[in-house]
């Protein structure tokens, strides 16, 4: 298969990409990034160069809100698979930097759906856990209400519904992923396990919310890429209609938790505790029998297993963040 993945430079579209190309000399990867700056352009960078010594792998520095030069770079590939996970993520972010959700997720998105109808070629998306908001109901069903509480996750909503419209109008092949707190291996500096890390490790004020009164639905990496293996490979009639498929482990943990776990692999003393932020919800609990009828053995890592590991390569490449 010939498939293009945007962000490839970032933490799930790296290790989605580099798990392809290492199942089979068969596919060829086309990644884009524009290397944005919103978490160290070093571990992207590096990120880049491990995908760059694949032989069937090209890389191109490329911002998906720029529809002419991503239709003229596109022009002269054939794509069985678009798998969009291009996007400014964070939730904190957005209360600052609104625009930059506005330009990746919505217009970059649209870029891309548009490009998938005229040339027919299928699509996978990110989209997130966020759009449940509060959640009522646990563990929270892809049917369940949707309520984002903040621009990242309203966009994230938004590309739904933009989804939606072009299967509905234009028989677009196309498929959502809601991705919950992903972690591992050459994960996000911004997020809880490698903030605490390199806070950890540098020496640095660790800005804790709310003592850690949050439940959060944390899935390994490797189980991601795992789970949406037959999504991408399947013969099934997967794109017949536009689905959505939560991607998650469906066992919360409390983050105070995991600060202890983390506490005890590397103490961190300079604690700033501060109250909930607004923009957070409290719990995120999905539901993943939806995703894994596609494969019925699936066994998770354990959570402690898989954190150890974090830490490993943490300690390996602290330099990069
Ligand atoms: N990691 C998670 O826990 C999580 C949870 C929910 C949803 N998601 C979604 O999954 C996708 C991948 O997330 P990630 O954790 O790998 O994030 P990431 O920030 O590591 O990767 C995103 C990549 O996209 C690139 N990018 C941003 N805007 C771009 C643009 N306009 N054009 C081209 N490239 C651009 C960035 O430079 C980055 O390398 C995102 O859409 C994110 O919103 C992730």
Redesign the pocket.
């Known amino acids: 298969m010939n498939i293009l993945v945007?962000?490839?430079?970032?933490?799930?579209?790296?290790s989605l990409s580099k798990y392809i190309l290492e199942l089979s000399n068969k596919h060829k990867i086309y990644g884009?990034?524009?290397?944005?700056s919103?978490?160290s352009q070093k571990l992207?960078k590096k990120r880049t160069n491990i995908l760059k010594k694949y032989k069937n792998f090209k890389f191109k520095k490329?911002?998906?809100?720029n529809k002419s030069k991503i239709n003229n770079y596109l022009k002269k590939i054939k794509l069985d698979l678009v798998i969009?996970?291009?996007?400014?993520?964070?939730v904190r972010y957005s209360l600052s930097n609104p625009e930059?959700y506005v330009?990746?997720?919505q217009l970059?998105f649209f870029n891309i759906l548009d490009y998938c109808r005229k040339f027919d070629v299928k699509l996978i998306?990110?989209?997130?856990?966020?759009v449940y908001g509060d959640a009522k109901k646990f563990p929270t069903k892809e049917i369940n209400e949707l309520n984002p509480k903040n621009i990242?996750s309203a966009t994230?909503l938004g590309n739904e519904i933009f989804a939606e419209i072009f299967f509905k109008f234009y028989k677009l092949k196309v498929i959502g992923?809601?991705?919950?707190?992903?972690?591992g291996e050459w994960?996000?500096p911004d997020?809880f396990i490698l903030k605490y890390l390199e806070t950890a490790h540098k020496k640095k004020k660790f800005i804790y919310y709310n003592k850690g009164n949050y439940v959060r639905d944390f899935?390994y990496i490797h189980d991601v890429i795992k789970l949406i293996h037959p999504l991408i490979f399947s013969k099934k009639k997967i794109f017949e209609k536009h689905e959505i498929y939560n991607v998650c482990s469906n066992r919360p943990i409390k983050v105070s938790k995991v600060y202890e776990k983390l506490n005890k692999i590397i103490k961190n003393k300079n604690l700033l505790n501060v109250k909930k932020n607004k923009l957070d919800s409290y719990k995120t609990h999905g539901s993943n029998k939806k995703i894994l009828s596609f494969s019925k053995l699936f066994k998770f890592t354990k959570f402690d297993d898989a954190l150890i590991k974090t830490y490993k390569w943490y300690k390996k490449f602290a330099h990069l963040i």
């Open positions: 945007t962000g490839v430079s970032g933490f799930i579209g790296f884009i990034d524009s290397l944005n919103y978490y992207k490329l911002d998906i809100s969009n996970l291009a996007a400014q993520a964070g930059e330009y990746s997720n970059g998306y990110a989209s997130s856990s966020s990242y994230k992923l809601r991705f919950f707190t992903v972690y994960g996000r997020m899935t």
